[in-house]
């Protein structure tokens, strides 16, 4: 995490939305990932969306585990609640908060590591339980912070900045989310602001397990193997007296193309991503359709984005446990501890 904050002060013709506040009143502090990085780019969508929705910060509650995408909330939404958790562990933390705040937005930020592998049974179970949040996965394929290792969501066949192929079949969060139940699914492409923000807008207005996985290219492990300028080719063959990394700044990859298209962008390592957006009349109200469409463009080396499937009339984990309207951590002595006659009718009940 970084501690150093951005200036309060901002333009005098900077817009306000309609509670009065600026763009910049959503902004966090500066961020320390590599330049070029495509989770700046999903912060920046979040810090508009929350800006056009009009949230109030403080209203907000970000979570996060461990990882590059897990440090992003620092930069993001500074005047709201935080809690950074330990590997894996975020849905499980956020399930609580949920359960003793209802009256708090629920932002979950993860990566594809932090989600898919240490925690993958969190996941599945903060997903299926309906708990009312925004979970966004910050999907690049690799161990950012550990140097650049393949993740669970990384493509078969893949290689390595070391050259080695992943041999390992990839997990596809989006289609596990739908088959767990989640009741707003969608894929977007970090680059892609003019779909993701929407996209972004979309989940936090909905209630109910809102989950969004955003394609984000790591831009600091692209070296090739032969090279002889690449890191490891100049760590064997000189002798260091300790090891440094250089991270080289590199441009942020932008696309901009119409519904119903099919798009390949290239990335800094010379790989190609192939993107596929929704198709302007598509229904997302079919989950086995939208489940149907993902394994079929997956087959042709596509991925879908874009809005796959909502339930607009989900219920939460709130509404599944019963739960009173008021806030469990407002509850008093009173309301917690009814007393001997509460207790035997509960016991009466399950005799």
Request: aromatic share 6%.
């Amino acid at each position: 995490m970084t501690y150093l904050a951005k200036p309060k002060l901002h333009h005098p013709s900077l817009g306000c939305n309609a509670i009065g506040f600026t763009r910049r009143d959503y902004e966090g502090k500066i961020s320390t990932l590599c330049a070029g990085c495509g989770h700046d780019s999903i912060s920046a969508a979040i810090i508009q969306a929350c800006w056009e929705l009009d949230i109030q910060p403080h209203r907000v509650a970000k979570l996060s585990g461990i990882g590059c995408s897990s440090k992003t909330p620092d930069y993001f939404l500074g005047q709201s609640h935080g809690f950074n958790t330990v590997h894996g562990r975020m849905p499980s933390v956020l399930t609580g908060a949920s359960l003793a705040n209802r009256e708090l937005l629920y932002l979950g930020v993860s990566g594809d590591g932090d989600s898919a592998s240490i925690g993958i049974g969190q996941f599945v179970h903060a997903i299926r339980r309906g708990v009312n949040m925004v979970y966004i996965v910050e999907n690049n394929g690799v161990y950012g912070l550990t140097k650049g290792q393949f993740s669970a969501t990384a493509d078969q066949g893949s290689v390595s900045k070391k050259g080695v192929a992943n041999t390992d079949s990839p997990l596809d969060m989006v289609t596990m989310a739908l088959q767990l139940g989640a009741s707003y699914v969608a894929r977007g492409f970090s680059g892609d602001k003019q779909q993701l923000v929407p996209l972004i807008k979309g989940a936090l207005s909905h209630r109910g397990a809102a989950f969004l996985d955003v394609i984000s290219p790591c831009v600091a492990f692209n070296n090739h193997a032969g090279s002889t300028r690449s890191y490891d080719y100049v760590r064997e063959h000189n002798e260091a007296v300790n090891q440094l990394d250089v991270i080289l700044p590199r441009a942020e990859l932008v696309v901009d193309y119409e519904a119903g298209q099919t798009i390949d962008v290239e990335q800094h390592d010379g790989s190609v991503l192939r993107l596929r957006k929704l198709d302007a009349g598509y229904d997302p109200r079919d989950r086995l359709a939208a489940m149907s469409l993902i394994q079929q463009r997956q087959a042709r080396g596509e991925l879908v984005t874009g809005l796959l499937y909502v339930d607009a009339e989900a219920v939460d984990l709130h509404g599944h446990l019963g739960t009173v309207a008021a806030p469990l951590n407002s509850l008093g002595a009173a309301e917690l501890n009814p007393g001997a006659e509460a207790l035997e009718k509960i016991n009466t009940a399950l005799r």
